[in-house]
């Protein structure tokens, strides 16, 4: 089995993943998509990025989440969900903090200090790139 390279949302490399070959090409997984996504999720967290609509529905989708669902469980409405992952500027502070305590307690990723988790890099609306470890 050769093992690949995947790229999500344009920022985070993922490196040793299984792809097999097939007669359309390289392929993988829905688990290892899967993996991949929770990777992302957690990488969220663990640097502080900043969260945009695009990791709203990553995480929505990750969670095989309606958007009413997704609304109830941080007990906003869908309309507001919907706005949320239409934007492509970060979130209000305080809807970014609950999201990253969420990923945080669903995916058993450890927080950065409190104050920082307030007050990300200035300037800073996409994901740095970094490298992370399929597992």
Same mark, same amino acid.
Do not use: M
């Given at each position: 089995m050769k093992k690949s390279k995947l790229q999500i949302t344009k920022q985070i490399l993922i490196s *040793?993943? @299984?792809? %097999?070959?097939? %007669?359309? *090409?390289d392929a993988f997984s829905a688990?290892?998509? !899967?993996?991949?996504? /929770? &990777?992302? &999720? =957690?990488?969220?967290?663990? +640097? +502080? #990025?900043?969260?945009? *609509?695009?990791?709203?529905?990553?995480? !929505? =989708?990750h969670l095989n989440f309606k958007v009413r669902q997704f609304a109830a469980l #941080?007990?906003? $409405?869908? @309309?507001?969900? &919907?706005?949320? /992952?239409? $934007?492509r500027e970060p979130l209000d502070s305080y809807t970014q903090l609950a999201i990253k305590y969420f990923i945080s307690?669903? #995916? =058993?990723? !450890?927080? @950065?200090?409190f104050d920082k988790i307030l007050s990300p890099? =200035? *300037? $800073?609306?996409? &994901? @740095? #790139?970094i490298e992370a470890k399929a597992a």
């Open positions: *040793g993943i @299984p792809v %097999s070959k097939t %007669s359309y *090409g688990q290892v998509l !899967r993996d991949c996504e /929770e &990777l992302a &999720l =957690k990488a969220i967290v663990e +640097n +502080n #990025f900043q969260i945009t *609509g695009e990791e709203v529905e990553l995480l !929505r =989708k #941080f007990k906003v $409405s869908h @309309p507001a969900v &919907l706005k949320w /992952e239409k $934007s307690d669903r #995916f =058993k990723v !450890r927080l @950065p200090k890099e =200035k *300037g $800073s609306t996409k &994901l @740095p #790139f």
